[in-house]
Structure formats: C-alpha cells, structure tokens
C-alpha cells in the first residue's frame, strides 16, 4: 500500500476504519524526513494491511501540536485506536520491520488491561 496524506478531517476516520495505522510526521524542509522518506514508502508497499499515513507539519501545525510533535520525522503506530509507540527520528528500513513485526504480534487485549490498571492507579 502506499502512503496517504492525513489531516485534521481524515485523522479520526482513519484510525477508526483501519486496525493499524502508521504515521510520519514530517516537514518539506526537513532533510532527515527527506532521508527517510523512500524507505517509509518502500516499506509502505510491503504491508497491504497497514496504513502508512504522512502529515506535513507545516499544513497540519494544529494536527502536529495535538500530538505533542517536537521534532520530526516522528513516527506513532495505532494499534486498534491506542497509540502504542511513538519516535522520534528516523528508523533504518530493518528497525522499521521490526517494529511493525512487533506491532502485529501485540497482544491488544493485554494492552487494554494495562492501560486500564494505569488508570486505576492514576485515579486512586
């Protein structure tokens, strides 16, 4: 698959119609989001089951500031609407893989429980 251009109107449909998606946050003026641009496409076309999303931090700057982007390339993986990682920088192609392995194996009913013990914690 390749990659879609996300915005503030798309982001939410996105990531409810699709079981993961991952988004490049990025800048035209940035040279490592130039740098890791063909590999994230590349890496794109090797997983029709995922979303490869991109948000151009310059036109997004309200999409980008929501998430507390700081420095880009940053990237951030939804896992059936929870955000369960999110780098900043660029990753070679092989940690790309990984991670998205990873993702895949997930066990998201175990990361419910937890978050859902966090909160717990957090509103004792």
Known sequence: MATVD?????LKETI?????V??????????????FA????????KHEDVVF?????????ELAASFQIRSIPTLMI?????V?????GMLPESALEEVIAKTKEL??????KEIAEQQAKANA
């Open 16 to 20: 409810e119609n699709n079981d993961i």
């Open 38 to 45: 063909p590999i994230y496409d590349a890496v794109s076309e």
């Open 53 to 61: 999303g991109k948000v151009n931090t310059e036109d997004e700057q």
């Open 22 to 35: 991952i988004i490049d946050f990025w800048a035209p003026w940035c040279g490592p989001c130039k740098s």
């Open 84 to 88: 369960i990682f999110s780098q900043a």
């Open 6 to 10: 996300i915005t503030k109107d798309t």
């Open 78 to 82: 939804f896992r059936e609407q929870i």
């Open 107 to 112: 066990d998201m009913d175990q990361v419910r």
